[in-house]
């Protein structure tokens, strides 16, 4: 008989990457039941331990809920969502991250991907070509990348910036303006160091706000408590300030900060509960400016 050939390993990473996002929106689509059992197991809880008489609306399931509480342990006492999915192993490992451009991309765009790249630990940048978008989250799933960055163009100047999470999102895309690279900055650019940076999060309040925030830290690897480098996502009204600094002591209580860029300005426009190639992934969160009170809400 003739032997059979073992199927090559690119569909068989493709049929686990197909597999982990069935079992990734199963998972989810169970939410709204678990957080309303949840619910109730915090509400048997808070009547036990204030010795109240039960809610009548948790009295005919108290005993199932009683059996559970009394199995649970610290990890599986909280409700889990989506994000422990998609974060879940964040700190344990050093994430590894793409950096790379939109097609035919300018030579600025170019110096500009080669500074988020140095900005970024444990980043590699790639030439684009003519690669897909979807030739390029396969490849990067298969290289076991934890984040893609892909930095975005228009008539030479950078106007956007997009994250995507891997294997399964969530991808955030971001408005840029001001872009100032390394080398535009007034007084020239502090040295650029390699060590991994502490990572300011600064006034991003809601439960959007905290999301973006999240996304954005988690490019970052775990810093040594000693290091002198800086990087800072300063939320002011919806728009993302980054700074990127070194300091250094000056005296006993003084210290001085030194840019070393770039800086930029981002706001967020979308984000995406897949990766970037799935098109039609469910939409977490999509910026409406033109709503009538676009003006008074504040998002972040």
Not at 110 to 133: C, F, M, T
Request: net charge positive; aromatic share 6%.
């Amino acid at each position: 008989p003739t032997a059979t050939m073992a199927p090559s390993s690119e569909a068989a990473s493709r049929r686990r990457q197909t597999r982990l996002r069935r079992e990734y929106l199963y998972r989810k689509s169970l939410e709204g039941r678990e957080s309303h059992t949840y619910e109730q197991k915090r509400i048997v809880r808070e009547a036990l331990a204030a010795g109240r008489t039960l809610p009548t609306e948790v009295r005919a399931s108290y005993d199932r809920l009683k059996r559970e509480i009394d199995l649970e342990d610290d990890k599986t006492s909280a409700a889990l969502t989506h994000v422990d999915d998609e974060y879940g192993d964040a700190g344990l490992e050093d994430p590894r991250v793409c950096v790379t451009t939109s097609r035919d991309p300018s030579s600025r765009l170019k110096q500009y991907a080669k500074e988020v790249k140095l900005l970024v630990p444990n980043a590699v940048r790639i030439n684009r070509g003519s690669n897909r978008v979807e030739d390029l989250i396969s490849s990067c799933k298969e290289a076991e990348y934890t984040d893609v960055v892909v930095v975005q163009e228009t008539r030479g100047e950078p106007d956007g910036i997009v994250v995507c999470h891997l294997p399964l999102g969530p991808t955030a895309f971001f408005n840029v303006s001001g872009a100032v690279l390394r080398h535009d900055l007034p007084g020239g650019a502090a040295p650029m160091s390699e060590a991994y940076p502490h990572v300011i999060m600064n006034n991003f309040n809601s439960e959007i706000g905290r999301r973006v925030g999240n996304i954005l830290k988690c490019l970052f690897p775990v810093p040594r408590p000693d290091t002198r480098r800086i990087v800072t996502f300063s939320n002011d009204n919806d728009f993302i300030s980054f700074r990127h600094h070194m300091y250094s002591r000056t005296g006993r209580e003084e210290v001085q900060l030194h840019e070393v860029g770039p800086r930029l300005e981002m706001r967020l426009y979308q984000i995406r509960l897949g990766t970037l190639e799935q098109k039609d992934a469910e939409n977490e969160y999509v910026l409406r400016p033109y709503q009538n009170t676009a003006k008074k809400r504040q998002v972040l």
